[in-house]
């Protein structure tokens, strides 16, 4: 049937009645109407895909979850969104001798009220030591910040130097926190502040974020570096890439 815009649209029967899940056990193929398992699937254990894009799995859960709200009228309670930690919401470091994990949000949900956050601790995704709660405060300030930053700068309301400063003080927090969402969402949206570091940012999120799923942003994103890195004249590091685009697929 033709839809908006004059496009084909088809409904496959069978593949439309998979649910979603921010962490699929299956890719769908929407032109040949097929699904693609990307790990073991258990007997009886549901089929399920991404109804957002590969980039919004990346989103945090609060942000994920009032998507699939707008666009589908559901509240997700998958295996990520009904976790206590949001696995997108990533600080740089522990404080624990020897320790060099990555600080992870840990919420706890208010009683009644689901989509409410409860208290919000920092805890280490490595040695689960939780940070001290003056730090814990200091990263949640900053984020709040850049992430009122980003907003600004994805309004499309600025003039194209006010929205490089917006996306510059994003960039502070990026360095700082480079598998946080806002530093890959910054580097996917933008390719700030330059294209290569922010291919291998992305990278390094997804590797972070979604390490065993073999995502085509993934693909995509090893293929744009490699270019970017031939162009340059970095032959090697291009050719590794390629290599790495392959085996994602």
Not at 25 to 43: F, K, M, P, S
Not at 101 to 114: C, F, K, N, Q, Y
Not at 197 to 205: F, R
């Amino acid at each position: 049937a033709a839809g908006p815009g004059g496009r084909d649209q088809v409904v496959f029967t069978t593949l439309s009645r998979a649910n979603h899940s921010c962490a699929p056990n299956c890719i769908a193929d929407g032109d040949e109407g097929t699904l693609r398992a990307v790990r073991d699937i258990e007997q009886g254990e549901a089929i399920t895909v991404s109804y957002l894009d590969e980039a919004s799995l990346l989103f945090s859960r609060r942000r994920r979850r009032a998507e699939l709200m707008h666009r589908w009228s559901f509240h997700c309670e998958c295996t990520r969104c009904a976790s206590r930690i949001d696995d997108t919401r990533r600080f740089r470091r522990c404080t624990a001798p020897e320790c060099d994990g990555d600080l992870i949000v840990e919420e706890e949900a208010s009683e009644g009220t689901p989509t409410r956050p409860g208290r919000v601790t920092l805890r280490c995704a490595k040695c689960s030591q939780p940070a001290e709660e003056a730090q814990a405060k200091e990263l949640l300030r900053a984020e709040a910040a850049a992430a009122g930053h980003m907003a600004i700068a994805m309004s499309g309301e600025m003039e194209e130097v006010d929205e490089g400063q917006e996306l510059l003080r994003c960039y502070r927090f990026a360095r700082v926190h480079p598998t946080h969402n806002i530093a890959l969402e910054l580097a996917h949206e933008f390719s700030f502040p330059d294209p290569v570091p922010a291919k291998q940012a992305l990278l390094t999120g997804l590797e972070a974020v979604l390490p065993d799923f073999p995502c085509q942003l993934k693909v995509d994103t090893h293929s744009i570096l490699a270019d970017f890195l031939a162009a340059r004249g970095e032959l090697d590091a291009a050719r590794t890439n390629i290599k790495e685009a392959a085996a994602v697929a």
